[in-house]
Structures are given as C-alpha cells and as structure tokens.
C-alpha cells in the first residue's frame, strides 16, 4: 500500500474531534466526509517518519507547516522538475515561490478560530487570502473548492470549527527568487 493510500485509508476513520454547538452533528459529519474524500489532510496534516515510513501526524490534526521546521532554500525549479515537495508534505516550492499548508484548526491566533463562515466563503468563491490577499497559492486545488456547492462549503467550515485547536504558526509564503 502507497503512503497516500495508507493515509487515505487512515484518515477514512478518523474523527479528529467532537462536535461542535453551533453547527448540528448531520452538518459536521458532513464535513468530515468531505475533507477526507477532498483530501485535506494530505497536506494540511505533517507527514512524521515512522516504522515503515511517512505517516499522518495524528497529534498534529489540520495544523498546517510545523512552525518549528524551517525550511532550507528550495531547489529551483526547471526542466521537468517544476515543483517540489518538503517530507512533511506541508512545504512546496515551484515557480510562484514557496507555499506552505494553512493550520486550519480553530486556533484564534494562528488557525482559523476567528474567522468567520462568510469569510471562508468569500476566501474560496475568490481564491484569495483573507478573500482580498494575495492569491491562493498552489497546490492547493482551490479550483476544485470552488466547484462545490456553498452548502458543502458551510459543512466542511463547521468541520474544521469542531476540531482541536492546535497553536502552530504557519510561515508566509515566499515570493519566487529573482532570475538573474
């Protein structure tokens, strides 16, 4: 079995937390479902070297780049090589700089625990950060959350609220270095 079907088939059965009262419990698992067939936890959840290899950092949940793993200088993409992938599988580098996976847990200060639902709506229907930043940067296939129905959307944002909230700060992204 691949890492990513493992992780796939882990993830499947996991429920990272309880749920919440504000949203009903039908709509969290909802969301549940749906992060585990979008894949969010691909790379929103750090990737830890265990026995057998690469495995989900259950501890870690949704929480985004570990903020104590600084990250040396990418490679720099060219030829068929265009983008590349840290072990964690929470860092990527290619020609629109370095990304880093968002904590998405309902931490107020470093996840999403102050935002509001029509601020995640609005973050995705315009595929920037905050709704207004800069642009949602790949790989996140923000392209595919925008093909799903608003109350799918609301799902997976009381999903996301319902989980343990982890303090992780997660770098800024990194604009691409400068071709001499």
């Given at each position: 079995m691949?890492?990513?079907t493992f992780r796939?088939?882990?993830?499947?059965g996991l429920s990272f937390g309880i749920?919440?009262?504000?949203?009903?419990d039908a709509q969290i698992r909802r969301g549940a479902y749906l992060t585990r067939i979008m894949g969010c936890a691909d790379c929103h959840m750090p990737?830890?070297?265990?026995?057998?290899?690469?495995?989900?950092?259950?501890?870690?949940?949704?929480?985004?780049h570990?903020?104590?793993?600084?990250?040396?200088?990418?490679?720099?993409?060219?030829?068929?090589?265009?983008?590349?992938?840290?072990?964690?599988?929470?860092?990527?580098?290619?020609?629109?700089?370095?990304?880093?996976?968002a904590n998405l847990t309902p931490d107020d200060?470093?996840?999403?625990?102050r935002w509001t639902e029509a601020q995640f709506l609005q973050i995705v229907h315009t595929g920037r950060h905050l709704g207004k930043g800069r642009t949602i940067l790949p790989p996140m296939p923000i392209q595919n959350l925008q093909a799903?129905?608003?109350?799918?959307?609301?799902a997976i944002f009381a999903y996301l609220r319902s989980q343990p909230a982890v303090r992780n700060h997660v770098p800024t992204?990194?604009?691409?270095?400068?071709?001499h």
């Amino acid at each position: 079995m691949t890492p990513l079907t493992f992780r796939t088939a882990l993830l499947a059965g996991l429920s990272f937390g309880i749920a919440s009262a504000a949203a009903p419990d039908a709509q969290i698992r909802r969301g549940a479902y749906l992060t585990r067939i979008m894949g969010c936890a691909d790379c929103h959840m750090p990737l830890k070297m265990g026995p057998k290899g690469p495995e989900p950092d259950l501890a870690r949940g949704l929480s985004g780049h570990p903020e104590a793993l600084v990250m040396p200088a990418a490679p720099e993409p060219k030829g068929p090589w265009l983008w590349s992938g840290a072990a964690t599988n929470t860092a990527f580098a290619g020609p629109w700089g370095v990304s880093y996976a968002a904590n998405l847990t309902p931490d107020d200060e470093t996840g999403l625990g102050r935002w509001t639902e029509a601020q995640f709506l609005q973050i995705v229907h315009t595929g920037r950060h905050l709704g207004k930043g800069r642009t949602i940067l790949p790989p996140m296939p923000i392209q595919n959350l925008q093909a799903t129905r608003e109350e799918d959307l609301k799902a997976i944002f009381a999903y996301l609220r319902s989980q343990p909230a982890v303090r992780n700060h997660v770098p800024t992204a990194t604009e691409p270095a400068a071709s001499h």
